[in-house]
């Protein structure tokens, strides 16, 4: 499958006469809880020629293509994603963290690393991790049985939130980290669960764990009682998201 995204990340380069400056894996596979039939969610982030952002109208901005029953692909033009970290959009600060990078030029990473601290917004980062958490407490988890895939989003979706409130950075993308911030009563129950969805299919469900649910519940409480009172969000990095949009469309058709 790498061999397969790499390939078909070249063919996009040269189709769309493009340069793709990042790609990484956005799902489950980084978030570190795979089926063994989960699919492979590919993002990528890419830019066209200068003169290209030249033109009286802004062109198409992203691609995207029919999702197969192994890969999803999906990319961003280079300034709207730019904006959009500007916005504090909460997919990006996790594509930027993947463990899993299937392609990389210009140090992408790098040069983005030490802007990101300034660009996050914990209030819209919290929103968005609620977001999701609630979707999970309403809508997923409500039966006598649940699907393993939907409790775990909904439990990443619920630390990654609590991460925000109680420590005001960014939260990691990988559920190993986020895990030091769960409750050592339900560490047995969560191993037990990974272990399981390990060997499970994408829809395989079980008796939903009411300890779990209990504390997703409390934890989508305790971050809607906690929105206000986040400090306010710091504007420091539009200036030098500028001047790194300028340095990589130099240099992604250099010569």
């Not at 037990?192 to 409480?221: D, H, M, S, W, Y």
């Amino acid at each position: 499958m790498v061999a397969r995204i790499q390939t078909a990340l070249a063919q996009l380069e040269t189709t769309h006469g493009i340069r793709i400056l990042y790609a990484c894996e956005s799902g489950s596979r980084a978030w570190g809880f795979p089926s063994p039939d989960s699919d492979y969610d590919v993002r990528f982030i890419y830019c066209h020629p200068a003169a290209w952002y030249l033109a009286l109208d802004e062109g198409r901005d992203t691609l995207n293509f029919p999702v197969d029953d192994e890969l999803d692909l999906a990319g961003w033009e280079l300034r709207k994603s730019l904006r959009l970290l500007r916005g504090s959009n909460a997919a990006l600060f996790e594509w930027l963290q993947s463990p899993v990078v299937y392609h990389e030029a210009l140090s992408f990473r790098a040069q983005l690393a030490p802007l990101l601290p300034d660009a996050f917004n914990l209030k819209a980062g919290l929103h968005h991790y609620l977001g999701q958490l609630r979707r999970g407490v309403a809508e997923d988890l409500t039966g006598e049985e649940v699907r393993l895939k939907r409790l775990f989003y909904a439990l990443r979706a619920a630390l990654a939130a609590r991460w925000i409130r109680e420590r005001q950075t960014v939260p990691p993308m990988e559920f190993a980290p986020l895990r030091a911030l769960l409750p050592g009563a339900l560490a047995a129950d969560v191993d037990a669960l990974l272990q399981r969805k390990a060997q499970a299919n994408e829809r395989t469900v079980g008796p939903r764990p009411e300890a779990l649910a209990e504390f997703l519940q409390g934890e989508l409480a305790a971050g809607q009682a906690a929105r206000e009172a986040l400090p306010v969000a710091r504007d420091g990095s539009a200036g030098e998201l500028d001047l790194v949009f300028q340095a990589l469309l130099r240099e992604a058709f250099a010569g």
